[in-house]
Structure formats: structure tokens, C-alpha cells
């Protein structure tokens, strides 16, 4: 051993280190680097693949959203109609049956009057024929009793001016 091969420093050693060190690494790099580069290209287009899945469903999404709002609009405005038709029809049922309510009064009133024209002339027939019969009971016992002498003459007096009178003509 030399001077210089003491306790000194070697520098050889350490570069011989240093190489093996670099060697080593470039092996354990290129092997394992292009493993790496592999999983890790395989992850990128995993994750690439994934967002273009989540966009297309995004987008998937939306337009069904569209399509929901669409016909949820569609229904909002249907439904709007349907409201103002049957508000439309119940006025128009309510005016019919107004309608219908005050002709059948009308006939009820018309009725009502014929009624009571029928009953006022029913009764008036039962007073003429209640009248008419005592004037014929009454005519009756006349004659039954025979004219006496004031109604003799009255009647005497009737033929002779209804002679006077055929007479005159």
C-alpha cells in the first residue's frame, strides 16, 4: 500500500459505485420504466375512456333532461288547457241548465194559469148550472102550481105585444 492508499479518500471506489449505481439504475429504468410507461399509459387511457363514458352519459343526461323538460312543458301547457275547457264547459252547463230552468218555469207558469183558468171556469160552470137548475126547479113549481092571476096576465101581456109586433112588420 502505497502513500496513498491510507485512510485517505479513494476516488475510484466511488465512481466504480457510482457507475454500478448509474448501470444499475438504467437497467432497473428501462425495465421497469417501460412497465411503468405501460401502466401508466394504461391508466392514462383507463382514465381517458372513464371521462369520455362520463361526458357521454353526461350529455346522455342532459338530453333526457331536455326531453323531461320538453314534455313537462308540454304537459304544464296541456294540463292549462284541459283547465280552461273544463272551466268553459262548466259555464257553458251552467248557462244550458239556466236555460233549462227558466223554460220549465215558464211552462210551470203556463201550466199554473191553465189551471187555474180550468178550475175559474169549472166553477163558473157549476155556478150557471147551480143558477140554471133553481131557475128550472123554481120554473117547474111555478107551473106545478099553475099561473095565478098576475102572472096570467103577464103572460097574456107578452103574447099580445109579441102579436103587436108581428103585426106591425
Known amino acids: 500500500m502505497s502513500a496513498h492508499e491510507g485512510f485517505g479518500f479513494n ?14 439504475l438504467g437497467i432497473v429504468i428501462s425495465f421497469v420504466g417501460k412497465n411503468l410507461t405501460v401502466l401508466l399509459e394504461d391508466r392514462k387511457a383507463a382514465i381517458l375512456k372513464n ?7 353526461a350529455l ?3 338530453e333526457k333532461l331536455n326531453q323531461a323538460q ?3 312543458d308540454f304537459a304544464k301547457k296541456k294540463a292549462q288547457e284541459i283547465r280552461e275547457e273544463g272551466v268553459l264547459r262548466a259555464s257553458q252547463e251552467i248557462n244550458v241548465a239556466m236555460t233549462q230552468h ?3 218555469l215558464a211552462k210551470l207558469e203556463e201550466f199554473k194559469q191553465e189551471t187555474l183558468q180550468f178550475y175559474q171556469q169549472k166553477a163558473f160552470k157549476q155556478a ?11 120554473v117547474r113549481e111555478r107551473l106545478n102550481k099553475g099561473l095565478d092571476s098576475t102572472y096570467h096576465v103577464i103572460v097574456n101581456n107578452f103574447y099580445v105585444s109579441r102579436f103587436a109586433e108581428y103585426n106591425s112588420k
Open 11 to 24: 476516488g475510484d471506489i466511488l465512481e466504480t459505485n457510482i457507475i454500478n449505481l448509474a448501470v444499475v
Open 51 to 57: 371521462l369520455q363514458e362520463a361526458n357521454q352519459l
Open 60 to 62: 346522455r343526461a342532459k
Open 70 to 72: 320538453t314534455q313537462f
Open 102 to 104: 227558466e223554460f220549465r
Open 128 to 138: 150557471y148550472v147551480y143558477v140554471i137548475s133553481k131557475i128550472i126547479t123554481r
